[in-house]
C-alpha cells in the first residue's frame, strides 16, 4: 500500500491532489455566487460552476488512477477536456449573444475544439509513436490556430467590438487565455509523446514523459478553468 501515499517528493500525485482542491473550491464559490448574480448573466456563472465541477470530479479520479498506476489518465483527461472545452465555447457565444451572435458561431467553435481534441488524443494515445505523434499534433494544431482566430479577429472579435465596453473587454481577456493559457497544452504534448515535436524526443525517458505532461497539463487546467471562470465572473458584476 505504499505506493497509494502522496509522498513529500511525488510532484506529480500533488499537482492532481492540489487542481482537486482547487477545482471543487472554484466550483462551490461559482455556484454560490449565480444566487447573488442578475438575471442577464447567472447563465453564464452557472456555466464556470459546471466547468470546473466537471474538472473536479474527474481529477480526483485521475488523482487516484495516477496514484495506483503512477501512470497518465490519458483517456480520462481527454473525456474532461471534451466535456469542458465545448462549454468554454457556449462561454464565447453566450457573451457574444448580446451583440447578435448566431448558433453557427456557437457549433464553428465547438467542431474546432472537438477535432483539436480527438486528434490530440489520436496523437497521444492511439498512435504515439515518432512518426505519427507529431503529425495529429499539427492537425489539432491547426484546429487550435483556427479558434484563436475566431477569437482574435473573426465572429467573437467583431462581435466584440459592437458590444459594450465591458464585454469588449472580457473577450480581450478571454483572448489571452486562448492564446497564452492554451497554449501550455501543446507544451505538455511535446513533452509527454514520443515524436511530439516534429519526430524528435525532448524527454526520452518514457515515465519522466509522462510526468512532466502530467505537471503541464495540470497547471494549464487550473490556470484555464478557474481564470476562464473569474473572468466571466468579473464581467457579471461590471456590466449591467
Ligand atoms: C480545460 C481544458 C482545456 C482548456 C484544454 C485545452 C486543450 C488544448 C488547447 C489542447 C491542445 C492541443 C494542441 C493544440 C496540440 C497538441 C494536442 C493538444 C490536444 C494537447
Given at each position: 500500500m505504499e505506493h497509494l501515499k502522496i509522498a513529500t517528493d511525488n510532484y506529480v500525485a500533488f499537482t492532481f491532489f492540489i487542481g482537486t482542491m482547487a477545482m471543487m473550491g472554484a466550483a462551490v464559490f461559482f455556484f454560490m455566487e449565480v444566487g447573488n448574480t442578475s438575471a442577464k448573466w447567472r447563465t453564464s456563472v452557472l456555466i464556470s460552476g459546471i466547468i470546473t465541477f466537471i474538472a473536479a470530479v474527474h481529477y480526483y479520479y485521475m488523482r487516484g488512477y495516477n496514484l495506483e498506476t503512477g501512470e497518465s489518465p490519458t483517456f480520462f483527461r481527454y473525456v474532461d477536456w471534451l466535456l469542458t472545452v465545448p462549454l468554454m465555447c457556449v462561454e464565447f457565444y453566450l457573451?457574444?449573444?448580446?451583440?447578435?451572435a448566431k448558433s453557427s458561431?456557437?457549433?464553428?467553435l465547438i467542431a474546432a475544439s472537438v477535432v483539436m481534441l480527438v486528434t490530440g488524443y489520436v496523437?497521444?494515445?492511439?498512435?504515439?509513436?515518432?512518426?505519427q505523434s507529431w503529425v495529429w499534433g499539427a492537425i489539432s494544431g491547426a484546429a487550435?490556430?483556427?479558434?484563436?482566430?475566431?477569437v482574435w479577429y473573426g465572429d467573437v472579435a467583431k462581435l466584440a467590438a459592437s458590444s459594450s465596453t465591458a464585454v469588449a473587454s472580457a473577450v480581450k481577456?478571454?483572448?489571452?487565455?486562448?492564446?497564452?493559457?492554451?497554449?501550455i497544452y501543446p507544451l505538455g504534448y511535446i513533452l509527454g509523446t514520443k515524436g511530439g515535436l516534429f519526430g524528435m524526443q525532448l524527454v526520452a525517458d518514457p515515465a519522466a514523459a509522462s510526468h512532466a505532461m502530467d505537471i503541464v497539463y495540470?497547471?494549464?487546467?487550473?490556470?484555464?478553468?478557474?481564470?476562464?471562470?473569474?473572468?466571466?465572473?468579473?464581467?457579471?458584476r461590471k456590466a449591467e
Open positions: 457573451i457574444t449573444q448580446k451583440a447578435g458561431l456557437l457549433w464553428k496523437g497521444e494515445a492511439i498512435y504515439p509513436t515518432e512518426t487550435y490556430f483556427y479558434i484563436v482566430y475566431l481577456t478571454l483572448g489571452w487565455f486562448v492564446l497564452v493559457g492554451w497554449a495540470n497547471i494549464g487546467d487550473a490556470v484555464n478553468k478557474i481564470g476562464f471562470g473569474l473572468v466571466i465572473y468579473v464581467l457579471s
